[in-house]
Nanobody, 125 residues
Framework: VQLVESGGGSVQAGGSLRLSCVMSGYAYTSACLAWFRQVPGKEREGVAAIFTRAGNTYYADSVKGRFTISQDNAKNTLYLQLNSLKPEDTAMYYC????????????????????WGQGTQVTVS
């Protein structure tokens, strides 16, 4: 199982980026896919999640209205569009897959996810 992120970089505040996560077939069929982020010394934070069967999406309050999670089924790819970026969005961003879903609906709990990518750095100045 492989999850490979790309698309990170350095941008000025107010700018945009699109992160991509290419997944192997098994991971992509997971019930729930998500993006997390982490800065050194802090816990990994859930940013956006999508329940693949119903298409329901969820966002952390800190990114609501600025970030959009989406999928391209033909490419087995999960995306995160980041708009109106702020310096506090600076972090390593990870995609994650939960094949059996997220027990109790804790879709922003990292322990609910089985598969993780290696991360892509986003720096906003």
């Amino acid at each position: 199982v492989q999850l490979v992120e790309s698309g990170g970089g350095s941008v000025q505040a107010g700018g945009s980026l699109r992160l991509s996560c290419v997944m192997s077939g098994y991971a992509y069929t997971s019930a729930c896919l998500a993006w997390f982020r982490q800065v050194p010394g802090k816990e990994r934070e859930g940013v956006a999640a999508i329940f693949t069967r119903a298409g329901n999406t969820y966002y952390a309050d800190s990114v609501k209205g600025r970030f959009t999670i989406s999928q391209d089924n033909a490419k087995n790819t999960l995306y995160l569009q980041l708009n109106s970026l702020k310096p506090e969005d600076t972090a390593m961003y990870y995609c994650a897959a939960a094949p059996a879903g997220t027990p109790g609906g804790y879709f922003f709990n990292p322990t609910s996810y089985t598969y993780w990518g290696q991360g892509t750095q986003v720096t906003v100045s």
